[in-house]
């Protein structure tokens, strides 16, 4: 077979729903420019550290990018040192090479969660409006893609991970774990919401669970491991934890002090139930203030006090002791207030369900806003619309079920209960397909149990940074149902499966991964 013979046969055996998705995606992007919503790179600006508490002091990223970002304990380190390479472009580059990057990331969330629902057994037609309604036409989905932040490469690797973990166990083979492993990996040292140590746990897992592919997983997935593995070491030497943050109990603490009565948390100080430091904002407030010395050793990314522009440098290592001390705050006022406790939670409960084009970042014209108001009220069906719902929920504001969209808590329900069901009864028949739906079911679950339990406030923001993984589980499991009730005469998913290769595979298969319905993809 001559060189052109090879690629005119490929070019036929190519989806043509994923050519017609990805022109959507462009055509999408050009109305949302028209309209007038062009990059916003404040993070880049003087406001950065008001505007985004995960990026270090953009001084500190142009003149000592490499040692700021070795120095890391707040953040995984890709985010930063993404920012400080493209802080090193010219003035004029940045915002093309940021438009580029994030409509990148918005594609690849497109084409990997239509990829992952075919290769799971959802039918082309079905993926391809289910994807083209919910992905490519969500706003929030455009909007992050004009924002400098993580959220749209959280999202793009979230699903390139589900997609390759599922390419990978559909013909197991070197380089497809290698690939799946890399891009987990990626993502963990991009953003907190996936840590290391739970992708080196389902790695594991599928050890275990394949003893027929343990050699090509292990070998596979090696490197990334070692990597993920050695900044874990890095960690505990510095700090203690293995953790790719130093702020977990920051964290919890904001999600539980911060929307509590002020009045409350007064009284608790005041009776000697709480310390008088609960009281002040760790994220805002200088060390001094919380009663911690700064740690003065090391680069001044880690060392110094204070940023270049005057506010606290949450880099700094003593923010160890501090996270700490927040964690037993936050455990004292659960103790003492569990009620108020479970009643803050079940409000970021209901947050996690509000479209994520409401996040406090946007500042849409009024363009934009009758699309985005008209999406979320008949795709989203919501009842209640607020531009920046998040802000006023830090601000006091009460949040209620008029404000969740029943399509994104259906979502939810379908993707983390539903999907925990057909992995069960499908875990004995097809293990290699059960495993499959249960990678993206992992990434689901990790980041609801998170946001729920430690988040207030940006709930919306981690449901829309796993959104590909969410939606890939619930079509899943929404087409069994549906079929089951159907039962149609062609077998339905059964029958699709087997197409694709998720019976038992021969040698041959095993070793080159190569089969005609996943090569299609």
């Known amino acids: 077979m001559t060189r052109a013979t090879k690629v005119a046969t490929q070019v036929r055996h190519l989806d043509p729903f994923i050519g017609a998705l990805f022109g959507l995606c462009v055509v999408s992007r050009l109305l949302l420019g028209l309209a007038g919503v062009g990059m916003d790179l404040r993070a880049l600006g003087p406001d950065s550290a008001t505007h985004l508490y995960q990026l270090l002091d953009t001084a500190w990223l142009r003149r000592d990018l490499l040692h700021s970002v070795w120095s890391l304990t707040m953040q995984p380190p890709l985010y930063n040192l993404a920012v400080g390479l493209l802080l090193d472009l010219p003035g004029a580059a940045q915002s093309p090479m940021v438009a580029i990057v994030m409509f990148a990331g918005y594609v690849v969330t497109v084409l990997c969660s239509y990829g992952a629902m075919v290769l799971l057994g ?303 009864r499908a875990a004995a028949s097809r293990r290699r397909w059960a495993l499959a739906v249960g990678l993206p079911w992992v990434l689901a679950t990790q980041a609801f149990v998170v946001s729920t339990l430690t988040e207030y406030g940006e709930n919306n923001r981690f449901r829309f940074e796993v959104s590909g993984p969410i939606l890939v589980v619930a079509t899943v499991v929404a087409v069994l149902a549906i079929e089951y009730l159907r039962r149609p005469a062609d077998g339905g998913v059964t029958g699709r499966l087997d197409a694709l290769g998720w019976g038992e595979l021969n040698p041959m298969q095993q070793d080159t991964g190569s089969t005609r319905a996943t090569e299609e993809i």
């Open 122 to 424: 959802v039918t082309r037609r079905a993926a391809f409006v289910v994807t083209l309604v919910l992905v490519v036409l969500d706003p929030a989905q455009l909007l992050f893609s004009t924002n400098i932040f993580y959220a749209t490469p959280t999202a793009a690797l979230t699903a390139a991970t589900a997609f390759l973990g599922i390419w990978t166990l559909a013909a197991p083979s070197f380089r497809r774990v290698l690939g799946f492993a890399s891009c987990g990996g990626v993502l963990t040292l991009t953003n907190t919401m996936l840590q290391p140590m739970v992708l080196l746990i389902v790695l594991a897992a599928l050890v275990i669970a394949l003893p027929r592919f343990r050699r090509i997983l292990l070998l596979g997935s090696l490197v990334p491991a070692l990597v993920l593995i050695g900044w874990m070491g890095l960690s505990v030497c510095r700090v203690g934890t293995p953790a790719t943050s130093t702020w977990f109990g920051m964290n919890v603490a904001d999600g539980v002090l911060k929307p509590a009565d002020p009045m409350l948390l007064a009284s608790m100080v005041a009776a000697g139930q709480m310390p008088p430091r609960s009281l002040v904002n760790p994220f805002t407030a200088p060390l001094s203030a919380i009663g911690v010395s700064p740690v003065r050793a090391g680069p001044r990314a880690s060392s110094a006090a204070t940023r270049p522009d005057g506010l606290p440098n949450l880099n700094n290592r003593a923010y160890v002791t501090v996270s700490s001390h927040s964690l037993a705050d936050a455990l004292t006022f659960i103790r003492h207030q569990p009620a108020t406790w479970l009643s803050i939670r079940w409000r970021a409960l209901v947050l996690w369900a509000v479209p994520a084009d409401q996040y406090y970042f946007f500042t849409h014209d009024t363009a934009v806003a009758p699309a985005v108001r008209s999406y979320d009220a008949f795709v989203g069906l919501q009842a209640s619309h607020h531009p920046h719902l998040s802000k006023e929920i830090w601000r006091g504001m009460t949040i209620s079920s008029l404000q969740v969209s029943w399509t994104l808590l259906g979502e939810t329900l379908l993707a983390l209960f539903g999907g925990i069901i057909v992995i069960w």
